[in-house]
C-alpha cells in the first residue's frame, strides 16, 4: 500500500512556462549526508535510478495544490512538481515538510517569498497579523476591495497573505453574489470594479482560489465578472457563447461523472486563459504560471481516466467502423479521436507510449485507413491530423501495420496508398493537407528512423515493399503528365519524343513540385531501390520534360532532381545521363533564358560548375563533344571555358600514354626480331633490361591499359551474347544522338585494345582516314 500511495511523478517547468515530465517513481524524505539534511528522494520505477534528490530548505516555500501536488522553486526560474497518485500519500510529504520547516501542516504555502524589495517592507506588517484585513463585501466596498486587490499584486508577501485571507469565511463566494445583484441592477460601476477584482485574484496565482472559482456553481459568474472590463463600451457576450454556441457532445455517452464534470471544468478555464484574459504583459507573464498547470494536470486526468475506460474507447471504434453509422456521427467519432491524441501530448513518454499502443490495438490504422477513403472533406481532414500524431510517435509501428497489411489484388486499398491518394487528390487550391501528407510519407520513407536495433530488417523490407507496391502510385501523375509521344516511323532517329506540353495548371504544377520533392529525397537517401526504379521506368527522361513549364518553380524542382543525381557522382547514372542525352534539355532551357539573370540560371551554371570542380570526366567530354559549340559563346562565367579546358588535358593525358605505350610495343618487337635473327646472349641482356625500364617508366598506363583491354573484350562478350553492338560512325547512316554518346568514352578504349595485338602496317592509314573525318555533334531540338 505503502508503494502505491508514495507513487509520484516529477515535474519541471522550462521556458516556455509549460510543465516537462521527468519520469514517475516512489518518492520518501530521508537524510542525506551529501545535502546535509533531510530531503526529498525519487527513485524511478523502472530501474531504481534518482530522478529528484532535493534537500528540504528551511526557507523554501512549498505549495499543496490540488490535494495532490505539491509545488516549490529551487532556484530562479527553476520550478519543481511532484504529483502523488493517492492524497494521503501527498499529505504524508506534506507533514514531513512542514516538520522540517516548523510549520503547521494545515497550511497551503510554508513560506511567504521575500525578495530583498520585500525586507524593507516586511516592518510595515504588524507581526501578530497573519492576513489582510479584508473590507466588508457589500457593494459600497467593491471599489475599495478593487483597490486592495490591484495594489497587492505588486508585493509576493501581500499577495500570499490576500490570498489566505480570501479563502476563508467563503469571500469569494459572496463576491459572486454581488455580481450577480449589480447585473440585476444594471449597476455598470460595480461591474466594472468586480471585473477588476475577479482579474486580481486570478493573478494571485492560488490554486486553492481557482478550485473555489472554477468549481460548477460559481464557474459562470467569474466568467460574468470578465464581461465587464471597463475599456470595453460593450461587454462581451461569454457567458452566452459558452451556454449556447459551444456544445458539449458526447459520442458515446460519459457514465462517469466526475470526468464529464473534468471535461467542462477544463474547456472552460481553457476558453478564460485563450480568449477572456488580455494576453499578460512582461512583468505579468509568471501570474498565471499555475493556471496554466491548473489546465495541464486536468488534461493529464481526463486522458488517464479515458484511457482507463475501455468498454468507453471500443465502442467508440466500434461505432467509427461501422458501415452503417451516419456520417454526422461518424464525424463527431473522428473529431473525438483528433481532441483525444492532442490531449495525450501532456503525458509523460511511458505513458503517451501506453497510449498509443492502446489505440493501436483496438484498431486505429484500419479504423482511420477507411474514414480517409470517405468523401467528407471533415472526416479526411481530422483522420490526416491523427495519422500525423500515430507517424510522428512511432514511425516504425505504422510500417509494421502497412507490411502486415494482406497483399491484395488492388494495391490502392493499402493504407499508404490510400495516404498518397489523398495527397495527390487534394481539393485544396493550396494543397495544404497534401504538403502535411508529404511530409508524413517522407517520415515514413526515412532510413534515419529505421535503424533501430530490435529490426535491424525493417529498412530492407519497407523499402522493397513501397517500391513495389507504392512507388508507381507516387509517380503516376508525374508521368501522366509527361505522357511520350511517338514520333513518325519516318524520323531517322527512330527514337520516341517527349511531348512538349506541360501541364499549365498551377495546382498541378505545384502537386508535381511535392512528388519531385520527394523522389529528390528518395534519390539522396536510397541508393539501390530509387536507381533501379530511375533506370526502369526512364524516369530522369520524364522528369526534365517538366524543363519546359512556364512555371519556373516546377522547371527548378526538374533541375534539382537531376542536380542530386548528379551530385552522388556515380557512374552508373552518368552512363545513364549520356546514353539518353539528357543534357539537352537542361542547356535548351539556359539558351531559352537568353541573358536573363534569375535562379534558373543560377541553378543550371551551378550544374556544369559542379562537373567542372568535380572533375566528373565522362560528363566534361560529354559536354564538349555535343554542346560546346551551343555554349562557347557564354563567356560571363568561366564554367564552360574551364570544361573544354578540363576536357582538353585529358585527351591530351591520354593521348601521351597511348603513344608511350604503342612505341614500347613496337620497340619490343623490334627487340625480339634481332634477338631471333641474331641469336646473340649481349642482345637477349640489352632486351630485357629495356623491357624492364619500359615498364618501370609507365606502370600506371600499362595498368590502365589491360583495363580498358578486360572492358573491350567485355563488350565484345556482350555483343556476342546478343546485345546489339554500337555501330562506328560512317558518313553514310546518320547517328542518333544516343549512338554518339555512346561511342565517346568507347573509341579510344577500342583503339587501345586493337594497337597492342598486332602492328599491320596498313593500320597507320587507317588511323589517318579516321582523323581526317569531322567529329559529328547532334544538333539541339528547337
Not at 460548477?216 to 471597463?230: A, N, R, T, W
Not at 462517469?256 to 484574459?277: A, F, N
Not at 541553378?603 to 554542346?627: C, G, P, Q, R
Request: proline share 4%; aromatic share 8%.
Amino acid at each position: 500500500m505503502s508503494d502505491t500511495r508514495r507513487r509520484v511523478k516529477v515535474y519541471t517547468l522550462n521556458e516556455d512556462r509549460q510543465w516537462d515530465d521527468r519520469g514517475t517513481g516512489h518518492v520518501s524524505s530521508t537524510f542525506i549526508e551529501r545535502q546535509k539534511g533531510i530531503s526529498l528522494l525519487v527513485r524511478a520505477e523502472s530501474d531504481g535510478s534518482v530522478l529528484l534528490e532535493s534537500r528540504i530548505s528551511p526557507n523554501t516555500a512549498y505549495q499543496k495544490q490540488q490535494d495532490t501536488l505539491i509545488v516549490w522553486s529551487e532556484a530562479e526560474n527553476y520550478d519543481l512538481a511532484l504529483s502523488f497518485q493517492e492524497k494521503a500519500g501527498c499529505d504524508e510529504i506534506w507533514e514531513k515538510i512542514c516538520q522540517v520547516q516548523g510549520k503547521d501542516p494545515a497550511v497551503e504555502i510554508t513560506q511567504d517569498p521575500i525578495d530583498e524589495s520585500e525586507e524593507e517592507r516586511i516592518e510595515e506588517l504588524p507581526e501578530t497579523s497573519h492576513l489582510v484585513d479584508l473590507p466588508p463585501c457589500e457593494l459600497a466596498k467593491l471599489e475599495e476591495i478593487a483597490d486592495l486587490v490591484t495594489s497587492v499584486l505588486s508585493s509576493p508577501i501581500r499577495r500570499e497573505k490576500l490570498a489566505l485571507a480570501l479563502m476563508s469565511d467563503g469571500y469569494i463566494k459572496r463576491l459572486l453574489q454581488l455580481f450577480q445583484e449589480c447585473e440585476d441592477l444594471d449597476n455598470r460601476e460595480g461591474l466594472h470594479h468586480l471585473y477588476e477584482i475577479v482579474r486580481g485574484v486570478l493573478f494571485l496565482n492560488k490554486a486553492a482560489l481557482f478550485e473555489v472559482m472554477f468549481s460548477d456553481d460559481s464557474i459562470m459568474d467569474v466568467v460574468g465578472c470578465l464581461e465587464y472590463d471597463p475599456a470595453l463600451v460593450q461587454p462581451k457576450r461569454h457567458r452566452e457563447f459558452l451556454t449556447k454556441t459551444a456544445k458539449f457532445k458526447e459520442v458515446i455517452p460519459i457514465t462517469d461523472s466526475e470526468l464529464r464534470q473534468k471535461i467542462h471544468q477544463t474547456y472552460r478555464v481553457q476558453y478564460i486563459q485563450d480568449i477572456i484574459l488580455p494576453t499578460p504583459s512582461v512583468f505579468e507573464e509568471n501570474f498565471l504560471s499555475t493556471l496554466t498547470s491548473f489546465i495541464f494536470f486536468n488534461k493529464v486526468e481526463i486522458v488517464s481516466m479515458l484511457q482507463e475506460d475501455e468498454k468507453f474507447l471500443t465502442e467508440v471504434f466500434a461505432q467509427l467502423t461501422d458501415e452503417a453509422t451516419e456520417g454526422a456521427k461518424r464525424r463527431e467519432l473522428v473529431n473525438f479521436f483528433k481532441e483525444f491524441c492532442a490531449f495525450s501530448q501532456t503525458l509523460q513518454p511511458q505513458n503517451r507510449d501506453a497510449f498509443f499502443k492502446t489505440l493501436a490495438n483496438l484498431g486505429i490504422l484500419p479504423a482511420l485507413e477507411i474514414v480517409m477513403g470517405m468523401d467528407d472533406l471533415q472526416v479526411r481532414a481530422a483522420a490526416i491530423d491523427i495519422f500525423s500524431y500515430l507517424v510522428e510517435f512511432s514511425p516504425s509501428m505504422v510500417r509494421e501495420f502497412i507490411m502486415q497489411e494482406p497483399q491484395q489484388t488492388d494495391d490502392d486499398v493499402l493504407l499508404i496508398n490510400v495516404v498518397i491518394k489523398q495527397m495527390i487528390c487534394d481539393s485544396d487550391p493550396e494543397l495544404g493537407g497534401a504538403v502535411q501528407l508529404m511530409g508524413l510519407l517522407r517520415t515514413l520513407i526515412d532510413p534515419e528512423n529505421m535503424l533501430a536495433p530490435t529490426n535491424k530488417t525493417e529498412k530492407t523490407e519497407f523499402l522493397s515493399f513501397f517500391y513495389k507496391y507504392c512507388m508507381q502510385v507516387l509517380t503516376a501523375p508525374l508521368l501522366a503528365n509527361t505522357a511520350e509521344e511517338d514520333s513518325s516511323k519516318d524520323s531517322l532517329e527512330g527514337a520516341t519524343k517527349i511531348n512538349p506540353v506541360c501541364p499549365d495548371n498551377f495546382q498541378t504544377a505545384q502537386l508535381l513540385a511535392l512528388i519531385l520533392e520527394l523522389l529528390t529525397f528518395c534519390v539522396e537517401h536510397h541508393t539501390y531501390h530509387i536507381k533501379n526504379y530511375i533506370m526502369t521506368k526512364d524516369l530522369l527522361r520524364r522528369v526534365l520534360v517538366l524543363m519546359n513549364s512556364k512555371h519556373t518553380f516546377l522547371a527548378l524542382c526538374a533541375l534539382r532532381f537531376m542536380r542530386r543525381i548528379i551530385g552522388l557522382k556515380d557512374e552508373f547514372y552518368n552512363r545513364y545521363i549520356i546514353k539518353g542525352n539528357l543534357f539537352e534539355p537542361v542547356i535548351n532551357a539556359l539558351l531559352d533564358n537568353g541573358t536573363r539573370y534569375n535562379l534558373l540560371n543560377s541553378a543550371v551554371i551551378e550544374l556544369f560548375e559542379f562537373i567542372k570542380v568535380e572533375d566528373i570526366k565522362s560528363l566534361t567530354a560529354h559536354i564538349v563533344d555535343n554542346f560546346y559549340t551551343a555554349l562557347e559563346s557564354i563567356e560571363y562565367v568561366q564554367t564552360f571555358k574551364g570544361l573544354k579546358s578540363k576536357y582538353e588535358q585529358e585527351r591530351e593525358r591520354q593521348n601521351q600514354r597511348l603513344n608511350r605505350y604503342r612505341r614500347d610495343a613496337r620497340t619490343m618487337d623490334d627487340d625480339e626480331e634481332m634477338w631471333f635473327n641474331e641469336d646473340e646472349d649481349d642482345d637477349e641482356g640489352e632486351t630485357v633490361v629495356e623491357k624492364s625500364r619500359s615498364e618501370e617508366d609507365f606502370p600506371e598506363s600499362y595498368g590502365k591499359f589491360i583495363q580498358a583491354k578486360k572492358a573491350a573484350a567485355a563488350n565484345g562478350a556482350n555483343s556476342a551474347n546478343g546485345k546489339p553492338a554500337v555501330p562506328p560512325p560512317s558518313p553514310a547512316s546518320p547517328n542518333s544522338s544516343s549512338a554518339k554518346t555512346t561511342l565517346l568514352p568507347a573509341a579510344p578504349l577500342t583503339k587501345t585494345g586493337l594497337v597492342g595485338l598486332v602492328d599491320y602496317p596498313d593500320d597507320e592509314d587507317e588511323e589517318e582516314e579516321e582523323e581526317e573525318s569531322p567529329r559529328k555533334r547532334p544538333r539541339l531540338g528547337t
